[in-house]
């Protein structure tokens, strides 16, 4: 059974821990490798039994900290072809050893856990999501993703617990202190999910089969956790489902060690 930890969630740093008690997998790896470390160590984990990193896209909160992990502990980090060669302005130079390339919907295995990359519309090189199952069922990360395109939601219908983007509240993004160029971006195609449409996505997914949501990549200047939560609950209350019984919902922290 797939498990897991979210360690950072947000514009400053994102890094997931998945695991099925036999796999470990970092999906990102946003923050220093001290700070990984210490919330492997928190878990148990050694960071030298990480079997992979997995980069959703380039941007510094979502890389920070993989070139160091992988050069002091040789651990292979997959990305897409595109997004590999822009992060290494980011990452320094990571050991050809210790680097692949995966492809949007072509699978492969990383010990007991299969995983399928999923593109998805952010301004990167090649953005993904990323799909993680095993014979007791689907994981799915997906942040960062812009927009929502019946793509997607064929990516996404189907999983059972899914950390899903609610990077903004409307009102606080357009009443802001963020600079109008700023604000364009996160609000265009290739920007971030808000609350609202996060909620819309979360009952299609709802009824669709997923029976977790988490709630991740909330804005520091433009969310507060609660309004996230309450905004997606009503519409899953609309559509008929109860938090609580029908499905669980949850906000993950920016900050896990905090």
Known sequence: MIKFQSFLSGSSGNCTYITDDNTHILVDC????KYITACLNRLGVLPTKI???????EHRDHVSGAGVFA???GTPIIATSKTIDAMHSITGNIPDSCISSC???????IGGINVRPFS???DASEPVGYRL???DGTFTVATDLGHISD???DDLSGSDSIIIEANHDLEMLRTGIYPYHLKRRILGERGHLSNDACATLCAMLAKSGTKSFWLGHLSKENNIPT???????EVLKKEGFSVGADVGLGVLPANWLN
Request: hydrophobic share 40%; no cysteine; aromatic share 8%.
């Open 227 to 233: 309004l996230a939560f309450e905004t997606v609950r």
């Open 133 to 135: 199952s095993d014979k």
């Open 151 to 153: 793509e997607l939601i």
């Open 51 to 57: 079997d992979a990193v997995l980069i959703t896209h």
């Open 120 to 122: 998805i519309s952010h």
């Open 30 to 33: 946003g923050a220093t490798a």
């Open 103 to 109: 492809t949007s919907h072509e699978e492969f295995k």
């Open 71 to 73: 050069r002091k502990y």
